[in-house]
């Protein structure tokens, strides 16, 4: 009867102990389903905190690289910029030396201009200084010829009109090379001083005067040779057959 109850008691022990391991066990799963979903909650966390820093580096990254393509276009700027002065500068400086080159060739040929401006200014007062002169003797001597001539039977009314033209023709031939100088000494103060177009403008007045005085003075001579001494042939002429042996 002992022997029946003892087993009846190890028996019920081992089944509260089958029993009380069980449900330890099932305990224990469910601790380690928690725990395991609770591990998988913090990887998640700790997933998506590696997401937003991710993002975040990748921001910061964004930015420094905008920031670095801003400073390099800053410095192209800046360098371009640089180099537009430079070429500016450079080309200001070519400028001003073409411009002193300029202003140095127009001085010297100004310089030249008013030095044979000058030349021929006093080579043509000498020459028609030299003309003047010798007309003014002619006349001189007309004057002479025909005082003579009243003294004899012939005419010289034709040669007194000539006398009055040659005299009239020279003075005014005098009057114009004055003029003429005057005009050279007016376009050399051009030479250097005035605007090119008035420069030219007075060198072909200046031209002109020349060519009209060489005109006038072809015509004296002309007039003399052609005019006045054809009359004095004559003259002479007459004078011989009045008088075989004449003082003139």
Request: aromatic share 4%; with cysteine; hydrophobic share 40%.
């Amino acid at each position: 009867m002992k022997l029946h109850r003892l087993l009846s008691v190890m028996t019920l022990l081992f089944l509260f102990s089958i029993q009380t391991v069980a449900a330890s066990t099932a305990e224990s799963q469910v601790s380690i389903e928690v725990n395991t979903d609770g591990v998988s909650q913090v990887v998640t966390s700790h997933q998506v905190s590696s997401d937003s820093e991710s993002q975040e580096v990748n921001s910061y990254q964004a930015k420094e690289i905008r920031q670095q393509r801003q400073t390099a276009f800053e410095a192209q700027q800046t360098a371009s910029e640089l180099k537009r002065q430079e070429l500016t500068a450079e080309r200001q400086a070519q400028q001003a030396e073409h411009d002193q080159l300029r202003a140095e060739q127009k001085t010297q040929l100004c310089n030249s201009v008013k030095t044979r401006l000058q030349a021929h200014a006093n080579r043509y007062a000498q020459i028609g200084e030299t003309f003047v002169r010798r007309i003014r003797h002619v006349e001189d001597i007309l004057e002479s010829v025909i005082a003579r001539f009243e003294t004899t039977e012939v005419d010289v009314s034709n040669l007194k009109v000539m006398l009055d033209q040659l005299e009239i023709d020279t003075t005014a031939l005098e009057a114009n090379i004055q003029a003429h100088i005057a005009s050279l000494n007016d376009v050399e103060q051009l030479a250097c001083n005035a605007e090119e177009d008035d420069y030219r403008a007075q060198m072909k007045i200046v031209i002109a005067e020349f060519e009209a005085l060489k005109a006038e003075r072809d015509a004296i001579k002309s007039y003399m040779q052609n005019t006045i001494r054809p009359e004095l042939q004559a003259l002479r002429v007459q004078v011989a057959q009045n008088n075989p042996h004449p003082e003139i």
